[in-house]
């Protein structure tokens, strides 16, 4: 009987920890969405961009990067971009899964608009300036 209890209270505690991880994760906050005039400028961008890459035309890429960029903790000049970074980046698999990967919003604490692009290991980030949205950078997604 005494067994019974013991395992009974165990059950109970190991629920209520449970019920008390699985709360804390559905408050935790959401980032804003983009506003949709700033979701409809990107998506107006990233039709272009997908074009250019579906197309595997590294000069159109090029043309839609703000260079440098920065690839692998180094800057990346447009000599460089054509030399090995757009082989290395824009593999058949990254290029499949730029057509079809959903976009991610973020505003950091300076007021800078980026969206990004999860391709396996990689995270593409696409950045708005004045001249508007390009493919800015690229970081790891761990």
Do not use: W
């Amino acid at each position: 009987m005494l067994l019974m209890r013991r395992r009974a209270a165990i059950t109970a505690a190991f629920g209520l920890l449970l019920a008390a991880l699985s709360t804390g994760s559905a408050l935790a906050q959401r980032d804003p969405p983009a506003p949709p005039a700033l979701q409809a400028e990107f998506r107006q961008f990233l039709v272009g961009f997908r074009q250019a890459v579906r197309a595997n035309d590294a000069n159109a890429v090029a043309a839609l990067t703000r260079l440098p960029m920065q690839h692998n903790g180094d800057m990346h000049d447009q000599a460089a971009f054509h030399r090995t970074v757009y082989r290395q980046l824009f593999n058949v698999r990254n290029r499949t899964c730029l057509e079809t990967a959903r976009p991610s919003y973020n505003k950091d604490g300076y007021g800078n608009e980026s969206f990004f692009l999860f391709c396996g290991q990689t995270i593409f980030v696409f950045s708005k300036k004045d001249d508007g949205f390009r493919f800015a950078e690229t970081a790891v997604n761990d």
